[in-house]
């Protein structure tokens, strides 16, 4: 009872996060495919759902629905790789031959969408009762979807870790891995299954369950990240058609602050550090967010408090006072330092001079 009550809730929970991206701005292609599969799962766990509680007996009609539909879910996939990793990324007419497999099994299951709701039934009990054999074509059929899925699957990781290589921090890139590679599990699990069933006879009824729950879990897991990072989706999506050009101005950013340590200018702010750099403040904050996985202020931050750490290593030795350390690694105040220190450090600085302090004692010793 609880398991399918889960299993609900993540059903009706993938409509409801695919209607707020339906909803939300800005509007782009990646959200609309990613909502799209997940009304595909949420139509799939119903349908399942209605199947194991025998609802489906005051719901005949809806049989059949999901297993045409679940073809789309490959194309979806590759569509959403290709939307995030490319900035300039358009469906183009050749791009609708991914279609073709879902329209074959849309013709294939014509028949069975014109039976009546009693030899519907019939022909579902048949198939819940009946193992399947090496022998049979069924198997292998079956057996082919895995393989069609996992082409996909693996096609889209790869583009995703191209980009990768490219740029490493981008959120939302990241953040999509993730979610195929827990996707790509659950399929491996659901595969295994799939492949020993002609074995021995298995409790179908369980496995179905625990593959519906370990779905829902997928849908909630997606569902959490959205509310703990509602930026997620606006993410932008660099572009890459320069990439020589965007790897040097990486790099003299980079350098700014590691050999000119223009972050100990306690006034440092992005117009300045863009005229430095002779950029735009939109684009530098953009290479940044990418390369970093921050904003400008987040790094200045981060390289003041490497700063700061260096300083407090170096001098932990002789009398110091913490504000003199905050005014030469760039903060102007020692309240921006202290909270700096303790949001990138996880420790105040008293206690960081402390603990140095300490380790070079035994150190002596």
Request: hydrophobic residues 45%; aromatic residues 16%.
């Amino acid at each position: 009872m609880i398991i399918n009550v889960l299993i609900t809730y993540g059903a009706l929970q993938a409509f409801f996060i695919a209607f707020i991206l339906f909803r939300s701005k800005p509007k782009t292609l990646f959200k609309y495919a990613f909502a799209s599969l997940l009304i595909i799962e949420g139509i799939t766990l119903l349908e399942r759902l209605l199947v194991e509680t025998e609802l489906i007996h005051s719901l005949p009609h809806l049989l059949g629905i999901s297993y045409p539909i679940s073809f789309l879910k490959p194309p979806l996939m590759l569509l959403m790789a290709f939307a995030i990793t490319d900035k300039h990324f358009e469906i183009q007419r050749k791009m609708y031959g991914h279609l073709i497999p879902f329209g074959l099994m849309l013709l294939l299951n014509l028949p069975f969408y014109f039976m009546s709701g009693t030899e519907k039934l019939d022909w579902v009990r048949v198939f819940m009762e009946r193992i399947p054999s090496y022998q049979s074509f069924d198997f292998y059929f079956s057996l082919s979807f895995f393989v069609y899925i996992g082409i996909y699957i693996f096609w889209s990781l790869k583009k995703l870790n191209q980009f990768r290589l490219q740029v490493t921090n981008n959120v939302l890139v990241n953040w999509y891995r993730i979610i195929l590679i827990a996707y790509s599990v659950f399929l491996l699990l659901h595969l295994l299954y799939f492949i020993t069933q002609p074995i021995g006879k298995f409790n179908f009824a369980l496995i179905n369950q625990l593959s519906m729950l370990a779905m829902s879990f997928i849908i909630q897991g997606i569902a959490f990240k959205l509310m703990d990072r509602s930026s997620l989706f606006k993410v932008k999506t660099p572009n890459l058609g320069e990439l020589e050009k965007r790897t040097e101005h990486e790099k003299l950013i980079v350098r700014k602050f590691e050999v000119d340590k223009i972050h100990l200018n306690d006034e440092l702010s992005l117009q300045e550090f863009s005229d430095s750099v002779s950029l735009p403040p939109p684009y530098v904050s953009e290479l940044i967010n990418q390369k970093f996985n921050c904003s400008f202020k987040k790094l200045v931050s981060r390289y003041r408090i490497k700063e700061a750490k260096q300083i407090i290593e170096e001098s932990a030795e002789k009398k110091v006072k913490l504000i003199d350390i905050a005014f030469q690694s760039g903060f102007n105040n020692k309240v921006s330092f202290y909270r700096a220190f303790k949001d990138l450090e996880n420790i105040s600085p008293s206690e960081y001079l402390e603990k140095v302090k300490k380790e070079g004692y035994r150190s002596i010793l």
